[in-house]
Structure formats: structure tokens, C-alpha cells
């Protein structure tokens, strides 16, 4: 029997990297049946919205997606996408491991961290308003105890279910006491009941130098939404860049997987992005179907290609403009070769 999955190209250069992606899992031999679904900019007029009501019926239905980024309009224009996704599925968890790769340049080597980020609530809510217009805007922050509790048990239990060592609390309880306040109480509810889990807190500025000058000493780290959007960006300039970093969104019983990084509008159709972030949310997404055989087969091909540095593009390069870089699609199929040799 093949996956149902729906693929969600998403645009910029989302088709492309879905398409390197889609023909890596495909390599592996796991049968999949793809439920292509449009979604973004390109179907607004269509649809009279860039998320139609039946992509989320496809995922309702096959409870696992496979998607590219989708571009926000910065400033004016539609919601994202990409967040209205998620708290309609209320997919509340966003997993996004970086980890160090052999032959990626970078400050640091064997960096291991996960930033697991609430995914349905904080400023993300999308609630603000001009209150006196061109002079003063507000936004609304909300922050609740069973959002909270749920992320930080989610972090234990990955940590328990993925022999980490500790967890770490990410926030800003000094300034806002009351909504990150909550958070950090509850978070220390909840680690009172993982007593096999190191625990402790760090607020966030402190948290983002801290990573940078010492990110060995960390492990999982759970925190708010706006704060995991950022920092899980930062993590990933540990490791070589956003082409490296991949992601999942999983909610009680469905999935959708997708890699940190936006779009690049502005490397879109160059065939020149780098697909390892995609390819590695779909190595995600066969650990979830269960697949780990298939996974840990792309897992070591993607771990090779990188660590010979010859098939690679060109972010992984040792200068941008290196003449050797391959393009997205080449990388892809180095991949695949290296995963059936
Ligand atoms: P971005 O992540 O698209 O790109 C920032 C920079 O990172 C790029 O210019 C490029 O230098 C590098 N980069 C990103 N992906 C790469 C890859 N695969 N390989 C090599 N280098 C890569 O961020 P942005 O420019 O701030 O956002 C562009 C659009 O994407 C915006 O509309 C934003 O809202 C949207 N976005 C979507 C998602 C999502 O779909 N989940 C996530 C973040 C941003």
C-alpha cells in the first residue's frame, strides 16, 4: 500500500526543491501516492484565497504533508500561509533540528540542537490594528497555560523518545511577566514530571548569545512562537545556513513537513538553492511514517555528497561564485547515486 501524502509545491523555489525532494523519497522504494495541491499567491484569484479549504481537506484526509515555502507579502497583502496552516490544523509543534554536517564550513563542528517551537499562538495569532493611523499600531500576544503545557510536554517526550540530555526554556519573563511569565511557570510544572531530563531556563537574548558563543551546552530547546521563529534561523547559521536546516509540523495525529527557509523569490527557477533542508524534512517525514530504513538510507547519501563537497551547491562552496557548484536538481540526483551505490 503506497503513503498517501500531499505535496504542496508551495512557490519561489518551493516546485523546484520539492521536485528534488519528491524524486529522492521516490529512489528510496517507499511506494507514495502524491495529492498535489496548490497553494500561495498564484491561486488567489482563482480561489479568492492563497489557502483554499481543500488543501486542508487533502491533509485532513492523508494526515501527512510534504511542503515548500510559500511568500508572505511583507507589510500589506494577504496572511501567511504558512501560519494559517498550521493553526488550522492546529499542527502545535514545530520541530527544527541543526545539526553539524562533515565538509559544511562553519564557527563550530558536532553542533546537535532541537528548537521545538509553539506553533498556533504568541504574536502570531495575527491580532493587531492601527489605533491611531500612521501614529500608533497594536499587536496582541496570546499566551495560554494549555498551549504551553503541550509544547513543553511535546519537548520532554521528544527528548525522552530521542535520548537527549536536557531541556532548555526560552524566554523573556523578566520584561513580560505576565504572558512569558505563564510560560516559564508552566514550563516548570511540566519538568517536574520528566525528573530523568536535565531542565533549566534561559531568557532569550541572553539564550541567542549564548548559542553562539557556547552552543554545545544545549540541547532542546522549547520556547514561544516568535522567539522560535528566530532563533531556529540563527541555529541554522550554526550549521552552514538555512539551506540546512529542516523542519516538521506535527499536531495530535498529522504532520506536514517542510524545511525552516522561505522561499528565495529571488534565486526562484535558477535551479541553484540548495535541497538538503527539503530532502532532510522528508527524511523527517519517513521517520513519522515509520520508515526508518528508508530514512537513514538518505540520511548517510545526504551525509556523503556533503562530506565529499564535490556535488554540492553552490552555499556549500567555499565562495559563493565557486564555478564547481552543481544546481539543485544535480545535487539531487548525487543523492540518489550515492544512496544505491
Ligand atoms: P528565505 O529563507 O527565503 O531566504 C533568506 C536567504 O537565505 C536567501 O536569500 C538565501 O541566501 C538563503 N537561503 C534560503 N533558502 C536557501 C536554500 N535552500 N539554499 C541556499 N540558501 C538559501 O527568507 P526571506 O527572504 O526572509 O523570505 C522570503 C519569503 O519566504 C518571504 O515571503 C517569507 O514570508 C517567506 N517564508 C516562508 C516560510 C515558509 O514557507 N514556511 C518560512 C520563512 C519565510
Request: net charge negative; glycine share 8%.
Amino acid at each position: 500500500m503506497a503513503y498517501r501524502v500531499t505535496l504542496i509545491p508551495g512557490d519561489g523555489t518551493g516546485p523546484e526543491l520539492i521536485e528534488a525532494t519528491r524524486r529522492v523519497l521516490e529512489a528510496t522504494g517507499v511506494p507514495f501516492e502524491w495529492d498535489v495541491q496548490e497553494a500561495g499567491a498564484d491561486v488567489m484569484e482563482r480561489y479568492g484565497t492563497p489557502l483554499p479549504e481543500h488543501v486542508l481537506d487533502s491533509l485532513r484526509r492523508t494526515r501527512v504533508g510534504l511542503k515548500g515555502p510559500i511568500t508572505t507579502p511583507v507589510g500589506t497583502g494577504f496572511r501567511s500561509v504558512n501560519v494559517a496552516l498550521r493553526q488550522a490544523l492546529d499542527l502545535y509543534a514545530n520541530v527544527r533540528p541543526a545539526r553539524s554536517f562533515k565538509g559544511v564550513q562553519g564557527p563550530f563542528q558536532d553542533i546537535d540542537l532541537v528548537v521545538i517551537r509553539e506553533n498556533t499562538e504568541c504574536l502570531y495569532v495575527g491580532i493587531e490594528h492601527e489605533v491611531i493611523p500612521d501614529v500608533a499600531a497594536e499587536a496582541i500576544r496570546i499566551i495560554t497555560r494549555h498551549a504551553s503545557e503541550r509544547i513543553v510536554r511535546f519537548a520532554f517526550e521528544y527528548a525522552r523518545a530521542n535520548g537527549r540530555r536536557k531541556v532548555t526554556a526560552v524566554h523573556k519573563a523578566n520584561i513580560l511577566k505576565t504572558t512569558d511569565g505563564l510560560f516559564l511557570k508552566v514550563a516548570y510544572e511540566v519538568a517536574s514530571q520528566y525528573p530523568d531530563i536535565a531542565f533549566d531556563d534561559r531568557i532569550i537574548d541572553n539564550m541567542c548569545m549564548q548559542l553562539v558563543q557556547h552552543p554545545h551546552e544545549y540541547d532542546v530547546l522549547v520556547m514561544p512562537n516568535l522567539y522560535g521563529d528566530i532563533v531556529s534561523d540563527l541555529c541554522s547559521g550554526l550549521v552552514g545556513g538555512l539551506g540546512m536546516a529542516p523542519g516538521a509540523n506535527i499536531g495530535e495525529d498529522m504532520a506536514v513537513f517542510e524545511p525552516v527557509h522561505g522561499s528565495a523569490p529571488k534565486y526562484a527557477g535558477q535551479n541553484r538553492v540548495n535541497p538538503t533542508a527539503t530532502i532532510l524534512s522528508g527524511v523527517m517525514m519517513l521517520r513519522y511514517l515509520g520508515e526508518h530504513d528508508a530514512a537513514d538510507r538518505v540520511q548517510r547519501a545526504v551525509e556523503r555528497v556533503i562530506a565529499e563537497g564535490r556535488y554540492v551547491t553552490a552555499d556549500l562552496k567555499p565562495s559563493r561564485d565557486d564555478p564547481t557548484a552543481v544546481g539543485t536538481q544535480e545535487m539531487a540526483d548525487a543523492i540518489i547515486r550515492a544512496m544505491n551505490e
